[in-house]
């Protein structure tokens, strides 16, 4: 049965975005690239919510042919490093489904021809039929509100965390269920404060409130 993988980044305080709503608060280094494309290289389907899937079709579509910049050593470089070239030529690719209320996929959308749109009512069985009939991992970026849906439902089977050394004080919970985990690696990158904490979901807790 293939596996449904949550690959997002967190505060120290349990944060994936500052009161503002904005992630990019947190240490998205080189090391939080490779993670990512670690993650959608060994996948067959990227599985998104609405909002992520809009901010990440408007971006990631372009990255692989942008020009160079003129200054390789600037701090903005770092979007156009080869990790993440490699990670957008894989967005590209692969196909993603999208679960949504708002319609479909707009014809101009980059992803267009590689996305298929799944109803809110309907996320929850497309996921248990696509973990028994399919091959290869369905990896969520971001999403957070859909994954936390299908994590009360029991449907997803491992956390991913990129732990950014930030301490936010207030800021948008990564968490709107509780579950009980299991450890299954921590694994830190040279050169990079962050650190990923890979755990299996042994099981949602509704009988707990959130």
């Excluded at 967190?10 to 494309?37: E, H, I, K, R, W």
Aim: charged fraction near 25%; glycine fraction near 8%; charge should be negative.
């Amino acid at each position: 049965m293939r596996k449904v993988i949550v690959n997002n980044i967190v505060s120290l305080d349990g944060c994936y975005a500052d009161a503002t709503g904005n992630p990019l608060a947190l240490n998205m280094d080189a090391a939080f690239d490779q993670a990512n494309l670690d993650s959608i290289s060994a996948a067959d389907v990227v599985l998104l919510g609405r909002d992520s899937f809009d901010g990440f079709s408007s971006y990631w579509p372009f990255i692989a042919d942008a020009p160079e910049p003129d200054d390789p050593d600037a701090p903005e470089a770092r979007a156009l490093s080869e990790v993440n070239r490699a990670i957008s030529r894989r967005y590209n690719a692969i196909p993603k489904v999208v679960v949504s209320d708002r319609g479909g996929v707009p014809s101009d959308n980059a992803w267009a021809q590689t996305t298929t749109v799944v109803p809110r009512g309907a996320a929850a069985s497309w996921v248990a039929d696509a973990k028994r009939n399919g091959d290869g991992d369905i990896v969520i970026f971001g999403s957070r509100r859909m994954w936390n849906g299908l994590l009360g439902d029991g449907l997803i089977d491992e956390l991913h965390l990129m732990v950014s050394p930030t301490v936010l004080g207030d800021g948008v919970r990564l968490f709107g269920v509780p579950a009980d985990l299991d450890r299954i690696e921590c694994r830190r990158y040279d050169g990079s404060p962050n650190v990923q904490l890979r755990y299996r979901v042994l099981a949602p807790r509704s009988d707990r409130a959130s």
